[in-house]
């Protein structure tokens, strides 16, 4: 379960993250939330054959959301994790 | 633009385009731009998607448009840029926009055929008499009178010559019904209820007549009849048919007499006979002079395709003999023709329908190469004035026949009829009627 295609789970194509790759060189994944920023970072570098600098994380709680199946009438979407890869100057992950 | 062009026979041309990869990038980044630009991608707001983004997701779509609008484009300047004269686009094939994105295409093009026009000012014409003759008058009138022409009853009278028999015959072959034996083409000579017969040698079948010449109303013939060798149903040549004939009625045609009440039905007007043959010699006048008109331009035309020699495009002789050939049917249908014989003659039909429509092929490029030549154009005002009239004619408003002949591609045929009506026009003003030559055939017998 440990396996980077298990722990990236896909490229996280917004404007947001075009803007932060074309600016800081970082470019934002959604991970596993189990993982951890060195797992990531190990991850990264092992699918891409890049170099990382740093990996930065924020947790996000799944959206709460109307499902009668659910006791009390609510359910959740999942919860999950964001991670944001700086890599070294020069290294580039070309997604289009 | 690299442009090699190859000339095929039948009035093929292929043409190998290779458009440079500047000019491809170019149309290219333009459509992307454009679709980047209303592009709704999940996590951009429209616009807002990266290039790299937009092209990839829309790359077949922008490939299409940029192979749309390159191919129309190139080729419209390829043929331009070579002269050539093209009647339509065959095929497109070998279409490829490579990794340097240079772009290359075969187009393969029917072209007009290539022909010297021959000296086409002063064809030399054979004259057709203009003036209308005494007889001519005469005949006019003579058939007017046959066609009201009314039937008298002979009730004791015997049949002769040029009188009408009214009859029931009843035909058999060795004893049986003709029916049976008959082809379908022969069928109606096997048996007839009230049928009217004119008593002349050549009516109906040969010795026919002159079996019953003598009888009288009520009397019952029988006699043989051998169809000879040279029968024009060739089934039927050389059977022997019995037949048993009733006689029903004997009738005698008389011609109304040519009088004042008689020329009132043709000349409300009044005038009396002498104002009616000079009316009807002015009628035979001026159905003449449109037969003469009508001469002169097929003898211009019969002299252009005999002068020219060329090579026809396949697909359009094939296209223009079924409609010919469509044309032809519907023609012989509606004069009562059977199916049955059409379908036997049909490879005269098809033979005469593909000389038709070579000719008429070949008449107008002949004519189209005239007109460009003399610089003979439709302008506007001439085109809706053909329409105006063709509309009338057709009994729809112009607005309606304009939305038909788009749907069905007719406005093209329209605008190529009054220039190929301008060009003789012009070859007739200019053709020379020879004094001392032969009178030429009128159009019916062409």
């Known amino acids: 379960m440990n396996e980077p295609f298990d722990l990236i789970q896909t490229a996280r194509l917004t404007e947001k993250s075009t803007l ?77 | 633009m690299n442009v090699e062009v190859e000339n095929l026979p039948n009035c093929m041309t292929t043409l190998r385009v290779e458009v440079p990869p500047d000019r491809v990038s170019k149309t290219w980044e333009e459509i992307a731009g454009d679709y980047g630009r209303h592009a709704r991608i999940p996590g951009y707001r429209p616009g807002k998607a990266p290039r790299g983004i937009v092209e990839k997701k829309f790359q077949k779509q922008i490939r299409e448009e940029v192979k749309k609008k390159l191919l129309s484009e190139s080729c419209r300047e390829a043929i331009s840029s070579k002269k050539l004269k093209v009647l339509s686009v065959s095929d497109v094939e070998d279409f490829e926009i490579g990794e340097d994105k240079s772009m290359r295409f075969t187009a393969t093009l029917i072209t007009a055929p290539e022909f010297e026009l021959p000296d086409y000012k002063n064809i030399p014409l054979k004259p057709m008499p203009a003036d209308v003759s005494d007889e001519q008058v005469s005949g006019f009138i003579e058939n007017l009178r046959d066609r009201f022409a009314s039937f008298n009853d002979i009730p004791d009278g015997e049949l002769k010559t040029d009188l009408f028999a009214v009859i029931d015959f009843d035909g058999k072959i060795d004893g049986k019904p003709a029916a049976e034996t008959l082809p379908k083409r022969g069928r109606h000579l096997s048996e007839g209820e009230n049928f009217w017969l004119r008593m002349s040698p050549d009516a109906f079948l040969p010795g026919f007549c002159e079996k019953l010449l003598g009888a009288k109303v009520g009397d019952t013939r029988s006699f043989q009849i051998d169809l000879p060798a040279d029968f024009p149903i060739k089934e039927l040549a050389g059977m022997k048919i019995d037949y048993e004939v009733a006689v029903r009625g004997v009738k005698e045609k008389v011609l109304p007499e040519l009088n004042e009440e008689f020329v009132a039905r043709f000349l409300p007007s009044g005038g009396g006979v002498d104002a009616f043959r000079a009316d009807v010699r002015k009628r035979i006048e001026s159905e003449k002079l449109s037969e003469i008109e009508d001469d002169k331009r097929a003898q211009i035309m019969s002299a252009l395709l005999e002068k020219v020699e060329c090579e026809l495009p396949p697909d359009m002789v094939r296209g223009e003999t079924r409609r010919t050939l469509a044309d032809l049917v519907r023609e012989n249908q509606s004069r009562g023709v059977p199916d049955e014989t059409l379908r036997e003659s049909q490879e005269e039909l098809l033979a005469a329908a593909t000389r038709s429509a070579r000719d008429k092929l070949k008449g107008g490029f002949i004519l189209n190469r005239i007109a460009e030549q003399e610089k003979i154009a439709v302008g506007k005002e001439e085109f809706d004035r053909h329409m105006a009239l063709l509309a009338r004619r057709s009994g729809m408003t112009t607005e309606k026949l304009w939305r038909e002949l788009e749907n069905h591609n007719g406005l093209g045929r329209v605008e190529e009829e009054i220039l190929n009506a301008k060009v003789l026009d012009f070859l007739t003003s200019g053709a020379t009627v020879q004094p001392d030559s032969q009178p030429g055939k009128s159009p019916t017998d062409l």
């Open chain 1, 20 to 96: 932060l790759s074309e600016k800081h060189n970082q470019y934002v994944f959604r991970v596993s939330p189990r993982a951890n920023k060195m797992q990531i970072k190990h991850a990264i570098e092992t699918l891409f054959k890049k170099t990382v600098l740093t990996v930065n994380t924020c947790n996000y709680a799944g959206k709460k959301k109307r499902d009668k199946r659910h006791a009390g009438g609510y359910g959740r979407r999942a919860h999950w994790k964001k991670a944001i890869v700086t890599l070294k100057e020069g290294d580039k992950i070309e997604f289009a």
